[in-house]
Nanobody, 122 residues
Framework: QVQLVESGGGLVQAGGSLRLSCAAS????????MGWFRQAPGKEREFVAT???????YYADSVKGRATISRDNAKNTVYLQMNGLKPEDTAVYYC????????????????WGQGTQVTVSS
């Protein structure tokens, strides 16, 4: 079983930046589709970004232009760089992974991390 551990969350002021990290255990990380989701209190979990095994990326409209997802296969790690943070970005951010033949993250990923809290103050 693959384990995903998120880090990098915290409290930032509006307009600030954070880089979230997701470290994956096990082999074949380079073959996984990776993604990020987030869930605010009282809200549904929503898709944020995904990156394919070959580096193709897609973003939710809510973060497009402010978020960058990337991966470092040598470190078995995926990142989410968030700039221009807004109070509405406040949520628990979850890393997720899908095995081949899935090309990008699905709504029911094979693996989930425990989440990391991002709080943006006004």
């Amino acid at each position: 079983q693959v384990q995903l551990v998120e880090s990098g969350g915290g409290l930032v002021q509006a307009g600030g930046s954070l880089r979230l990290s997701c470290a994956a255990s096990g082999r074949t990380f380079s073959s996984y589709a990776m993604g990020w989701f987030r869930q605010a209190p009282g809200k549904e979990r929503e898709f944020v970004a995904t990156i394919s095994r070959h580096g193709i990326t897609y973003y939710a409209d809510s973060v497009k232009g402010r978020a960058t997802i990337s991966r470092d296969n040598a470190k078995n790690t995926v990142y989410l760089q968030m700039n221009g943070l807004k109070p509405e970005d406040t949520a628990v951010y979850y890393c997720a992974a899908d095995s081949p033949p899935k090309l990008i993250i699905t709504t029911t990923p094979d693996y989930w991390g425990q989440g990391t809290q991002v709080t943006v103050s006004s």
